[in-house]
């Protein structure tokens, strides 16, 4: 195995040629970091966008509470109090598109220009570096890095939007129900501890399967590469043996993430689902 370095440090080494240590994280923020200023704009955007779909998804409840009260037990107008349900529903919509769509257009974008970097300054490198690494390393790391980079940036919206939805409706919860907020709530503390503790495991695992990947993209360049080397020598079986060792520490390392995520996964999926039942039932005889 190779030194294993964060997701976004590694593409730093191809990115930028830096004096510094290769495991200086550091390198990689500070990149990541000018690439969201020069899409600065979209970003925020997105994060606006996001705002004004939480408060729509939030007063669609709020609507139908108040419609309820007033438009059947009250006097005022139903009609009136259903038009703005379906207003609000009809903006939450038209919002989570828009939300979505600068998400990812702002990632596309980053992701482009952070790989027109990378190409940029392989062409300039010295002969020397290219007769010293491997190509399929180079292709494969810049190619899984930039794909978790896209996948980041475009939860920088989504997350935050969702942040505000969360805040607002624990703000709503407290300040009507109290004892429906805490038991809602009570799962929170252990959602975080099993989030934490997933994190730990899955990461050296995912780094692990990156490795494995680069080593078998390497091994199919070569294969293409030499292949007139490889078949003047008879070399095609010790090729094929090589490429299905390859394959198999893939599966291997990858059936190990596999059965971290099935441990954790359920279980953060499970403890807010059991918070809802007890809110229900506790409500339900309030």
């Known amino acids: 195995m190779g030194r294993m370095t964060d997701a976004g440090t590694s593409f730093v080494t191809v990115a930028v040629e830096v004096k510094e240590p290769l495991s200086d994280s550091s390198l990689g923020w500070k990149l990541l970091r000018t690439a ?62 828009l939300r979505r769509w600068y998400a990812f257009r702002e990632s596309r974008w980053i992701e482009t220009r952070l790989r027109e970097k990378i190409f ?6 010295h002969v020397g570096y290219h007769d010293g690494m491997q190509t399929g390393q180079i292709m ?19 997350t935050l939007s969702n942040l505000a939805m969360v805040i607002a409706i624990v703000v709503l919860l407290i300040s ?27 990461h ?21 590469a030499g292949v007139r080397v490889i078949k003047g020598f008879g070399a095609e079986k010790v090729q094929a043996n090589k490429l299905l060792q390859e394959a198999d520490d893939i599966w291997k390392v990858s ?32």
Do not use: C, Y
């Open 36 to 97: 969201l200023f020069e899409q600065k704009r979209g970003l925020i955007l997105g994060v606006l966008v996001g705002v004004f779909w939480a408060a729509g998804k939030v007063s669609v409840p709020q609507l139908t509470k108040m419609g309820i009260d007033r438009g059947i037990e009250g006097s005022e107008s139903l009609w009136f109090w259903s038009g703005l349900v379906v207003g609000a529903g009809v903006i939450a919509g038209i919002f989570t598109s």
């Open 120 to 125: 940029d300054h392989l062409l300039h490198l």
């Open 140 to 158: 494969s790391r810049a190619s899984s890095d930039l794909q978790q980079l896209q996948a980041f940036v475009v939860m920088i919206p989504i």
């Open 176 to 202: 009507s129900q109290p004892v429906l907020a805490l038991v809602a709530l009570s799962p929170l503390p252990v959602v975080t501890i099993l989030a934490s503790r997933f994190s730990r495991n899955i």
């Open 204 to 224: 050296p695992v995912v780094l692990e399967v990156q490795q494995e990947q680069a080593q078998l993209a390497t091994v199919v360049e070569e294969s293409v």
């Open 255 to 286: 059936l190990i993430a596999a059965k971290i995520r099935s441990r954790f996964l359920p279980a953060l999926d499970l403890l807010p689902s059991l918070g809802l039942i007890a809110v229900l039932g506790i409500g339900g005889h309030r």
